[in-house]
Nanobody
Framework: QVQLVESGGGLVQPGGSLRLSCAASGSTFRSDSMSMGWFRQAPGQEREFAAAISMYGPIHYTDSVKGRFTISRDNAKNMLYLQMSSLKPEDTAVYYC????????????????WGQGTQVTVSS
């Protein structure tokens, strides 16, 4: 099994920054064979793709976060990060960490493992 635990959410003012972390663990987690991603779900909205990173580098962002968010991973520590800057009220959502075997994908059903989420609220 794979366990994913997010942290780092909170309340931030528009234009501010926040760094999310996701700790991966479990007997079947393999950082060298699993891609990871961040998804988010705003109130009353469906969960949507935000960013993803493959095992050794290829990265993809949804258009609305390009230039503001940076996804990264530390394979030695089994950690995934999302550095968010220039935050906007529309970034308010629960942010979920996800993992899958193989290269990254952009759709929820392609991911096998999910964390419980961390709330990010952007408001003055």
């Amino acid at each position: 099994q794979v366990q994913l635990v997010e942290s780092g959410g909170g309340l931030v003012q528009p234009g501010g920054s926040l760094r999310l972390s996701c700790a991966a663990s479990g007997s079947t987690f393999r950082s060298d064979s699993m891609s990871m991603g961040w998804f988010r779900q705003a109130p009353g909205q469906e969960r949507e793709f935000a960013a993803a990173i493959s095992m050794y580098g290829p990265i993809h962002y949804t258009d609305s976060v390009k230039g503001r968010f940076t996804i990264s991973r530390d394979n030695a520590k089994n950690m995934l990060y999302l550095q968010m800057s220039s935050l906007k009220p529309e970034d308010t959502a629960v942010y979920y960490c996800a993992a899958r075997n193989g290269s990254y994908r952009l759709k929820l059903p392609d991911y096998d493992y999910w964390g419980q989420g961390t709330q990010v609220t952007v408001s003055s």
